[in-house]
Structures are given as structure tokens and as C-alpha cells.
């Protein structure tokens, strides 16, 4: 059973940082892709960083620069800092994880960690 926890969200002033971790257990973390998406309120889920097993790594347009993604293969845990958060990065952060990315894709979801940031 794969599970996928968050946690590290908060509520952060604008121009502030949080580091978000998931931690993953129930698949091969290494041969995995992994990733973070965010909803915010009356809004589709959209992708905001991805980390291939390979080191291929994709940033949204909004989190380039900013954010950064990161994973621990040892400790099966991938990170997302985020720095210069501005009030439109409010969101539900949910951690991302595909464990057959060269096959039928297999796609697990977190519970979602909640970043508010404050103007």
C-alpha cells in the first residue's frame, strides 16, 4: 500500500520560506518519479515541481527561481523549499508519486498540506 505523507506547510508572511517533505513508503522511492502540485481555492490542481528518478527535474513557470525541489533516496523523502512566497502560492500542496514511469503510469496522491501566505 503506498502512502505519501506531507508535512511543513503553515502560515508564512509573503517573502518568507516553508520546506515541505512527503514521506513515501509502499514503493520503490528510487526508480520513482516524484513530485509536488498545489490547489488553491476554485482552481484546477496544477503541477508546481516534478523530480524524475533519472534527475530530470520540471518547475512551473511560477516556481522557477523560487522553489526548489530536492529528494533523499535513503530516507524516501522528497523536499520542496520554497522561497519569496508571495499570497498567490496559497494553496493545498499535495506531494505527487508515479511508480512506473517508464510504463502505465501508476499515480499516487498525499493528503495535501495547507500554505497560506500572508500580504
Known amino acids: 500500500q503506498v502512502q505519501l505523507v506531507e508535512s511543513g506547510g503553515g502560515l508564512v508572511q509573503a517573502g518568507g520560506s516553508l520546506r515541505l517533505s512527503c514521506a513515501a513508503s509502499g514503493l520503490i522511492f528510487s526508480t520513482s518519479t516524484m513530485g509536488w502540485y498545489r490547489q488553491a481555492p476554485g482552481k484546477q490542481r496544477e503541477l508546481v515541481a516534478v523530480f524524475g528518478s533519472g534527475g530530470y527535474i520540471n518547475y512551473a513557470d511560477s516556481a522557477k527561481g523560487r522553489f526548489a525541489i530536492s529528494r533523499d533516496n535513503a530516507k524516501n523523502t522528497v523536499y520542496l523549499q520554497m522561497n519569496s512566497l508571495k499570497p498567490e502560492d496559497t494553496a493545498v500542496y499535495y506531494c505527487?508519486?508515479?511508480?512506473?514511469?517508464?510504463?502505465?503510469?501508476?499515480?499516487?496522491w498525499g493528503q495535501g498540506t495547507q500554505v497560506t501566505v500572508s500580504s
Open positions: 505527487y508519486a508515479n511508480r512506473n514511469p517508464r510504463g502505465p503510469a501508476q499515480i499516487y
